[in-house]
């Protein structure tokens, strides 16, 4: 069993849904991180979290510590929102990746 | 803002070539990953270094080796290039190794080994 898995692997949504992906861990872990990358491979770090919740404009990640679970929620989704969601878990000195989650937003 | 290049957005060589890839941050920051990410697998740590001329394995680094001998530069060397050593490579830095610190990440090089 993977040590970090996502759900869904792939999700399609209409223009202005609410967008959930989760990530389920199943060891100890300092911190976690939510990344996008958008077509053409870029990674850009979204959220870094070990407890609560944290917010950036639409987007909004919470962490439950003693479910080991994270979400990622997207309000008023839009098609520029379309990447791939990957959730890494932060151990001693390295990140444990995901497989990410690919989103597609149809306008 | 902190900037990680990469040297080749995209590479095609030939089985058993030297293959070198080069990533550059100008953030001053000690720590550097090589990742390859490849579908159904996700993003995989091949080697980091956390100091000029210090590195350690990461999970996957049969057939790989690295150099930094400045603290800005990390490269990712394929000895012998294999068909199955075609993936998307990616870099990534980090100022300090604190649980709390953010990775920043190149653009990536996508390799096609012929």
């Known amino acids: 069993k993977n040590e970090v898995e996502q759900s869904p692997q792939n999700l399609t949504a209409q223009e202005g849904e609410f967008i959930t992906i989760n990530c389920s861990y199943s060891?100890?872990?300092?911190?976690l991180h939510w990344l996008q990358q958008h077509p053409g491979g870029g990674i850009v770090s979204l959220f870094m979290?070990?407890?609560g919740k944290k917010k950036h404009g639409r987007l909004i990640a919470t962490i439950n510590i003693q479910e080991k679970h994270s979400s990622l929620h997207i309000t008023a989704s839009h098609p520029r929102d379309s990447a791939v969601y990957i959730c890494?878990?932060?151990?001693?000195?390295?990140?444990?990746f995901g497989q990410g989650t690919r989103l597609t937003i149809n306008p | 803002d902190v900037k990680v290049t990469q040297s080749s957005r995209y590479l095609v060589k030939r089985t058993g070539e030297k293959v070198f890839l080069e990533c550059v941050q100008d953030?001053?920051?000690?720590?550097m990953f090589w990742y390859r990410q490849d579908p159904g697998l996700g993003l995989r740590l091949i080697y980091f270094?956390?100091?000029?001329?210090?590195?350690e394995k990461g999970d996957i680094p049969e057939g790989y080796s690295v150099s930094r001998e400045k603290k800005e530069r990390f490269s990712l060397i394929l000895e012998s290039a294999s068909t199955n050593q075609t993936s998307m490579y990616l870099c990534?830095?980090?100022?300090?190794?604190?649980?709390?610190?953010?990775?920043?990440f190149g653009p990536g090089t996508r390799l096609t080994v012929l």
């Open positions: 990534a830095s980090s100022l300090t190794s604190g649980a709390t610190d953010t990775q920043y």
């Open positions: 060891v100890g872990i300092s911190a």
């Open positions: 979290l070990s407890s």
């Open positions: 890494a878990l932060r151990g001693a000195q390295k990140l444990v």
């Open positions: 953030m001053d920051h000690e720590n």
């Open positions: 270094s956390y100091d000029v001329k210090m590195k």
